[in-house]
């Protein structure tokens, strides 16, 4: 009987100190994204003590993302979820936080961060209507392409993280300082890099670039779209050629879209095409927030030699 | 020597001319100075005037901003204090059609306005409603409570809604992606799966999504006769349903959707037999997707569902349990943002004579003009052996107009 009573002395022992050593080993803070920018930023602040995920990839059209059910369990699992807000997830998002059954996730709780607080949000409608096109009543959502908001951005996420996990807060604060140092290391060289930019004139397949223009000195003169959202006509094809070609404008930036209009334009007009990414993870060498805005730079930079 | 050269009327005069050269070549030298002096300054002022100006013009453009900023801040301010800010989001579909069949005619068939409100309840619960108007009259299609925020992967929901018993009787019909319900959808199920009643589903804590519904309603079906949704009625006499469905992307572009249904009812007594009887609904539903993530607009769906109904039913010889199994199955291709085509099979038997069936075969072009507005051409061959419904039967064309107004959306049901 003795030795039934050590294997049960031995059994409870271990099993205690196993549970002891399980509960050691803290378990990382589960993070989904919408959108990559905002997971690589967020691996950035939280390093080791987050586990990040984005739902896109990079290379859907983000008013377009398709509403996959197997979104459904990674939100259903995540401690934070982390969006760009202003509306740009409209079409997908809301769709699956109701079945995910994730109460501290959804918008207003404190595990959802609106990484648009702060943002001088710009193309605030002036008049909401459909005849208007596909019109984002917040204003431009794309606000990602400008680095400074890149900045406001990882803010967004150390204070969303700290709320939510005020004991790592010291640890949050200083991954952001040395994030946010880096970032302003390569906004000085992007500024440097994007001089031959300035006041260089485009038209725009969408109204994506609105952020990106206005840091580095573009300037928009038409959209390939008809209104946003709304595909273009003939007519409306020719007057932009004949613009390009009396403005003498010497680029066309397009982002996930079909590139057949703005070849077809290229053609007319003499002008160069380049395709640029409106959020990260869509190409190989912009697999990160830093990458993704020197990639766009360096693409325009080779276009504008091209032109 | 000095004196003695000023006493000498010569030098002096010399002198003088020399002095006064001197002086009026400074002069000169002077004045070319101050001349560009001037001109500098009136240059550096023309600058300045134009910095002034530019500063000026960027104070008012600023001005201006933050006016208009301002502007937007108090009108939704003054929005958000408003009552009516608490109002539903409200849309509208409108569907219509020209239809011509080669046995019944033609007809401008105004199929609905659907209007839709939506709006969150409490921090607990969100609440929608479905109100539809067709030429047949005005009905409550949906009018549901869902809970938001249960434990443990739940989710209720409860009020008149439709169930979740396969996956295009969920749909209302201007979602489809072709013209007209299948006739084994209508005649199985009884058309979209409206119920009133309350439901509960679980989602499973697994890596990929899977879903469980469990059920219970006064009757399931739009068109569903079999008992008077008014009467009370003992625990045998609603239906019970499960369900469990689930999905699997086999790659980032390829999906698999799967789902199995059961609707029983214990007991429905149909006049004229004595004997009454159980009615088991069946449903088996598969959806594959092409859905290629860099190429916008594009990709392929294939969707099929098979039904089984198990009833009493009166025939010649009298009353007998029938088993009918019929079902459909189409493939959508979307070609880019405008265009659509596809092709749609169905197969749908007589409930009380399942041998004899109904064969449809209705190719569909859709072409959207936008977002919010669609245009759908469809033909159907029917090949029908029911013989109930001239309307079922030989050649049919319908041309459907398809606009949605304000916030429209199912959700994730009709995904």
């Known amino acids: 009987m003795q030795w039934k009573r050590r294997l049960i002395l031995s059994a409870v022992i271990f099993v205690s100190l196993f549970r002891f050593a399980s509960g050691a080993q803290a378990q990382p803070i589960r993070v989904v994204t919408t959108i990559p920018d905002l997971a690589d930023i967020t691996k950035q602040v939280g390093k080791e003590l987050v586990e990040v995920e984005s739902l896109t990839r990079g290379v859907e059209f983000m008013h377009a993302v398709p509403v996959k059910p197997s ?36 918008p207003g709780q404190p595990g959802h961060i609106d990484c648009s607080t702060g943002i001088s949000v710009i193309d605030v409608p002036k008049s909401l209507d459909r005849a208007e096109g596909d019109v984002h009543p917040k204003g431009n959502p794309h606000y990602n392409l400008d680095p400074l908001n890149g900045k406001i951005i990882a803010r967004n996420i150390a204070d969303g993280l700290a709320r939510n996990y005020p004991q790592h807060k010291a640890q949050f604060e200083k991954n952001l300082a040395i994030y946010l140092a880096e970032l302003d290391k390569a906004i000085a060289r992007w500024q440097g890099m994007a001089a031959p930019l300035k006041g260089a004139k485009f038209v725009a397949y969408h109204s994506d670039w609105a952020y990106f223009a206005n840091r580095f000195g573009l300037q928009q003169v038409g959209s390939i779209e008809v209104k946003p959202g709304i595909e273009p006509t003939p007519n409306h094809l020719v007057g932009l050629a004949q613009k390009m070609q009396q403005e003498r404008i010497p680029l066309i930036i397009y982002g996930p879209q079909s590139d057949r209009y703005p070849k077809q334009l290229a053609g007319q007009s003499g002008a160069s095409v380049v395709r640029l990414q409106s959020i990260s993870g869509g190409a190989a060498e912009a697999d990160s927030y830093l990458k993704f805005i020197e990639h766009n730079l360096k693409s325009l930079l080779a276009a504008m030699k091209k032109s | 020597m000095v004196s003695a050269v000023l006493r000498t009327p010569l030098p002096l005069a010399t002198v ?34 134009q910095a002034l100006q530019r500063i000026d013009h960027l104070e008012k453009e600023k001005g201006t901003t933050a006016t208009r900023v301002d502007q937007v801040e108090k009108s939704v301010r003054a929005g958000q204090s408003a009552p009516s800010a608490l109002n539903p989001a409200i849309g509208m579909a409108i569907d219509a059609t020209a239809e011509q069949r080669s046995k019944a005619g033609g007809t401008f068939n105004f199929r609905s306005a659907e209007i839709g409100v939506s709006a969150s309840i409490d921090p607990y619960a969100r609440g929608y409603a479905i109100f539809n108007g067709s030429r047949d009259g005005v009905e409550v299609e949906e009018a549901a409570m869902v809970t938001t925020s249960l434990p443990w992967n739940l989710q209720a929901r409860g009020g008149r809604f439709f169930a979740e018993f396969g996956r295009l009787a969920k749909f209302h019909p201007h979602e489809y992606a072709f013209v007209n319900t299948p006739l084994s959808l209508d005649r199985i199920v009884g058309g979209e799966s409206k119920a009133d009643g309350v439901e509960l589903s679980y989602l499973f804590s697994t890596p990929f999504f899977l879903r469980g519904t469990v059920g219970s309603y006064n009757q399931l079906g739009a068109e569903n006769q079999r008992l008077d949704d008014n009467k009370s009625r003992s625990w045998s006499r609603f239906t019970y349903l499960s369900r469990l469905t689930s999905y699997f992307d086999l790659t980032d572009n390829h999906s698999i959707e799967l789902g199995t249904s059961l609707a029983f009812t214990p007991s429905i007594r149909i006049a004229g037999d004595p004997q009454g009887g159980s009615r088991s609904l069946s449903g088996l539903d598969l959806t594959y997707r092409y859905q290629p993530l860099g190429t916008l607009y ?18 010649d010889s009298g009353f007998r349990r029938m088993f009918a199994v019929g079902g459909y199955a189409y493939a959508e291709a979307k070609l880019n943002r405008h265009w659509a085509a596809g092709f749609l099979y169905d197969n749908a038997p007589s409930l009380a004579s399942p041998g004899k069936k109904t064969h449809s075969y209705s190719p569909f072009l859709t072409w959207n003009l936008s977002e919010f507005n669609r245009l759908r051409l469809q033909y159907g061959y029917f090949d029908d052996k029911v013989r109930e419904d001239k309307a079922e039967r030989g050649q049919q064309f319908f041309l459907q107009w398809t606009t949605v107004l304000g916030a429209h959306a199912h959700g994730f049901r009709t995904r």
């Open chain 1, 71 to 106: 979104f459904v369990p990674k939100l259903n699992r995540a401690n934070i979820l982390v969006a760009v807000g202003l509306d740009l997830e409209i079409s997908w998002l809301p769709a699956l936080l109701e079945p995910a059954s994730n109460p501290k996730i959804m």
């Open chain 2, 16 to 49: 003088l001319f020399t002095v006064l050269l001197l002086v009026s070549e400074r002069g000169l030298a002077q004045n070319s100075e101050l001349e560009s002096l001037r001109a500098l300054v009136k240059g550096m002022e023309q600058q300045l005037q």
């Open chain 2, 298 to 315: 594009q990709g392929v769906t294939v969707g099929a569902e098979l039904f089984g109904n198990s009833e009493r039913l009166e025939r």
